[in-house]
């Protein structure tokens, strides 16, 4: 099943199993080579860049592959070029075509010079009719709380296998309950686009670990600067985006400022040099709370379990307490990650932030 | 005073009356027009960094048609707006041919008057723009009288028809014949066909409806031949010399040296495979417009041509792109101060010691499609601000990086601009203008927090953040500030005048509405009148009375 699923190259269940690595690694591992950089807040929302010296050129993003549809959930991709195209995990394509949107539901690798298809694919925009006709169109990445779904069925070749979850999703906004994720995209276009409009990916950027509410949600690596800026939008919009507006929706007002954004202190502010000082202050206070919860994560075991193999590249899920996702690795090297936080850790975490009892 | 002047001041007066009677619809207008002259000074419906092109065109069209629909005598009126960009006229004469008068409603101008302004904006417009925009009415049919009349004066009017012609020969066509019809186009050019002679009286009857009553009684001849050249007649014996100059050149590359650029490029394409480009940039090297002698200097340079471009003839942005594209060099740097002096000269405020904060971050490289338009932009104002300290002027930069190689700042980072602004406070500045597109990250809000302290320390010098990019989430410019500093749209250095007149609204909309109005109908009159007397067209003698009339007082920031 999984040969068909993913290519010829794929590994059955048991054969899986054997290969799941004996050693764990750790979170950190998934880093290495990357340095974090100044952290940019704004809102519910953080990002603490990562920066990397080696741009490993080898790799480009799915925007420059021609992409089409051919029967529901057969989401097919044509690399013309002479890199080879990592489609990053949960990539989607909303069109303004009359045309069934289209998910991936895994990553995949697309070699130079090929075509591929993947029928495992989802369709995202229920009552929508038409194929997606074959072109360079503008990528997205699924709203951040549909890719556990997702995730879990990533093996499964049903068209409309995301519906109830869309479904669900809109229906948490008071939008119609319907497996349209452009009825969400548009009824949030403008806060969406502000999301966009207020984070900046930095020169030499090969990732980003993300908070929301002051707690990572997220942890994305590309290959190189250029694939992450390619790939940026579409996580800061339709993934993380999506997830502030909701985080946002869910709390009061007063209460939407998370404890990792510190004010500058309103006392002993008397002269400019004390103004000066109380902004480093909070500036290097900030940091250090922003940091000290992601240290917290570094040590945590991951296990990862190898889902396909194309051109020597190795398609990973990946599994932890905390993290679900997906990495694509060459040998040692971690070419590409994409990694959220589970359903279960959230649980969990707001057990844990629930008051103690009092009487 | 002439009586249309009369009839104009009692239509002023009505309008100051209905706004002082209701504050909120002086408000309202207010509102609306400040949100319009944020849009009209900076967009270019073009992608910006963070805003796609079609979000940008949205949240342009949008703030149109809500002055539009305001009154659109007044959004007529934004036409004379010193600093209106060619983008905001050229929407401006869409809109406004595209909305028929309502004979039930009153507004501020009469159609008369409107007509003018109509005209006069025509006359602004490159003619690159005013083609794409009767070729969009084409597309979107719009196709009333007014349309057709402005679109045959435009064209048919023109002393540069022959170059047109020449050069914008697909466009004119599209352009006349939606004008005309097609019926029409076809009945002109069979007529046109024929030797002057040999044309029946009913045709020359014709021929002086459609086209020549449009011209000079000596220019029909001329007139006659390029209508007729557009539609595919190329005499071989043309009297205008450059549609011979264009006939020859199919056979002599040389005979096309009276040719623009890219005719004569588009020539040897396709009639002289075998010569090169170089060989007519060279020929064609003394026809070259402004825009092409800086755009092209790369080609020349490679081409071994030496192409004259005279520094002072662009505006500063322009310059600062230059230097980004080419490096700067001493002579860049010396028209830059000129221009930067000169700019100072027409600057609304006066200040001794000038504090400036320039905003690098790398969303102010702008989008792709206008690549460093942003930072350019905001460098010459910085340069301008500089020359009109009277005292003394401090630059902080936030965030950017130095190339090496071209020696510019180019915008790189996250936006941090907290730490910038105290620094320049120590300096003890009496004016303070933050350049920047109003995102900030690290964190967001914190230079508002900043400016919050600094006024609790008793630091009240006023702040205004000056901002170069469109938002189009934000439908106007993006405050990094919105309840402590004012934010005000720029699009150069030199055309500073719009921005404050936003800051004039903002403070006594009542007062300033009409003001604006009277000052922008007297401006659009006068200009139309000047330019007459430049294109040595006659003046009537009312006319000649209004143009050397005295200026109506000038309206200053502190007014």
């Not at chain 2, 936030?398 to 790189?412: F, I, K, S």
């Amino acid at each position: 099943m999984l040969k068909k699923l993913f290519g010829k190259n794929a590994k059955t269940t048991d054969e899986q199993a054997q290969s799941s690595k004996a050693s764990e690694p750790t979170l950190a591992a998934l880093l290495h080579g990357l340095k974090p950089g100044r952290m940019q807040s704004v809102g519910v929302m953080q990002v603490i860049p990562l920066l990397g010296e080696i741009d490993d050129d080898r790799f480009a993003a799915p925007d420059k592959a021609r992409v089409w549809t051919e029967g529901y959930g057969n989401l097919n991709f044509e690399n013309k070029g002479e890199q080879t195209v990592l489609v990053p995990c949960h990539t989607g394509y909303i069109v303004e075509e009359a045309a069934q949107d289209h998910a991936m539901a895994h990553a995949a690798v697309i070699p130079p010079k090929k075509k591929e298809g993947f029928k495992t694919a989802m369709c995202i925009q229920q009552t929508q009719g038409g194929y997606i006709s074959s072109g360079e169109h503008k990528m997205m990445i699924l709203p951040y709380a549909l890719r556990e779904s997702a995730h879990e069925k990533r093996q499964v070749e049903t068209f409309n296998k995301l519906w109830s979850d869309i479904s669900a999703w809109n229906k948490r906004f008071g939008l119609s309950e319907m497996g349209n994720l452009v009825l969400f995209t548009k009824h949030f276009q403008k806060q969406l686009d502000e999301f966009v409009a207020e984070f900046e990916c930095l020169p030499k950027q090969q990732g980003a670990i993300i908070l929301i509410g002051g707690e990572v949600v997220g942890i994305e690596r590309a290959p190189s600067s250029d694939f992450f800026k390619s790939v940026w939008s579409a996580l800061i919009r339709e993934c993380y985006g999506s997830e502030a507006i909701a985080y946002s929706q869910s709390m009061d007002k007063d209460a939407i400022i998370p404890g990792t954004r510190v004010p500058l202190r309103q006392e002993g502010i008397r002269s400019l040099d004390d103004l000066a000082q109380a902004l480093e202050e909070a500036e290097a206070k900030e940091e250090e709370i922003a940091r000290a919860e992601v240290r917290r994560l570094l040590d945590l075991p991951i296990q990862t379990t190898q889902e396909s193999t194309t051109q020597g590249l190795d398609i990973e899920t990946l599994q932890s307490e905390t993290f679900l996702g997906q990495l694509i690795r060459d040998k040692e090297r971690v070419c590409y990650a994409s990694l959220f936080l589970s359903k279960q850790a959230r649980r969990r975490q707001a057990w844990k932030d629930a008051p103690s009892f009092s009487i | 005073m002439t009586e249309a002047l009369q009839l104009r001041n009692q239509s002023m007066q009505r309008f100051q009356q209905a706004l002082e009677s209701s504050v909120e619809q002086a408000q309202k207008t207010a509102n609306t027009l400040e949100q319009y002259l944020d849009i009209a000074a900076i967009s270019t419906g073009r992608a910006s960094f963070y805003n796609t092109q079609e979000e940008q065109v949205a949240a342009e069209s949008n703030a149109h048609a809500t002055l539009l629909a305001v009154d659109r005598g007044i959004y007529a009126l934004m036409a004379g707006l010193p600093g209106a960009s060619d983008r905001s006229l050229q929407q401006i004469l869409q809109h406004l041919l595209d909305a028929p008068r309502q004979a039930e409603q009153s507004y501020l101008l009469s159609e008369d008057e409107e007509a003018t302004v109509l005209a006069w904006i025509c006359e602004q417009l490159p003619i690159t723009r005013l083609l794409k925009l009767f070729v969009s009415m084409r597309q979107a049919r719009v196709n009333n009288a007014r349309a057709r009349k402005l679109i045959l004066r435009s064209i048919l009017g023109s002393h540069r028809l022959p170059l047109w012609c020449t050069r914008y020969r697909k466009k004119l066509r599209l352009a006349l014949s939606h004008a005309w019809g097609q019926r029409m186009t076809s009945i002109l050019c069979a007529i046109l066909k024929k030797p002057e002679d040999a044309r029946e009286k009913h045709e020359k009857r014709i021929l002086q409806q459609q086209v020549l009553r449009f011209a000079p009684a000596h220019k029909a001849a001329s007139l006659c031949e390029c209508v007729s050249f557009l539609f595919g007649n190329e005499a071989e014996d043309a009297k205008e010399p450059l549609l011979r100059s264009y006939h020859e050149a199919k056979s002599s590359l040389e005979a096309g040296r009276l040719l623009p650029y890219e005719t004569l490029e588009g020539l040897r394409s396709t009639y002289h495979k075998d010569r090169t480009s170089a060989e007519v940039l060279e020929l064609t090297k003394k026809q070259l417009t402004d825009g092409q002698k800086i755009g092209l200097q790369r080609k020349a340079e490679e081409s071994q041509v030496t192409v004259e471009m005279d520094p002072l003839r662009y505006d500063a942005t322009r310059l600062y792109l230059y230097a980004y594209a080419r490096g700067m060099t001493q002579e860049i740097r010396k028209a830059l101060k000129q221009k930067a002096q000169e700019a100072a000269g027409l600057f609304p405020i006066q200040a001794d010691r000038v504090g400036i904060l320039v905003d690098a971050s790398a969303s102010m490289a702008g989008h792709d499609s206008q690549a460093l338009r942003p930072i350019a932009t905001s460098l010459a104002v910085c340069d301008m601000l500089q020359e009109a300290a009277r005292i003394e002027a401090f630059v902080e930069i936030a965030g950017g990086r130095v190339d090496e190689q071209t020696q510019m700042l180019l915008p790189e980072g996250e936006s941090s601009l907290a730490m910038g602004l105290i620094r320049l406070l120590k300096k003890g500045p009496d004016t303070l203008f933050i350049l920047s597109d109003g995102y900030e990250n690290a964190p967001a809000g914190r230079l508002a927090e900043v400016i919050e302290q600094a006024r609790k320390l008793g630091l009240k010098m006023p702040i205004y953040q000056l901002s170069p990019v469109v938002a189009a989430e934000s439908a106007g410019v993006r405050s990094l500030a919105p309840t402590q500093i004012a934010t005000l749209p720029i699009n150069a250095a030199h055309q500073m005048g719009l921005p404050f007149f936003k800051a004039m609204l903002q403070q006594e909309p009542q007062k300033a509405l009409p003001l604006l109005c009277t000052e922008l109908w007297c401006g659009l009159q006068k200009k139309q009148l000047a330019q007459k007397k430049r294109t040595n067209k006659p003046l009537a003698s009312s006319e000649t009375a209004e143009l050397n009339a005295p200026q109506p007082p000038a309206m200053s920031a502190a007014s």
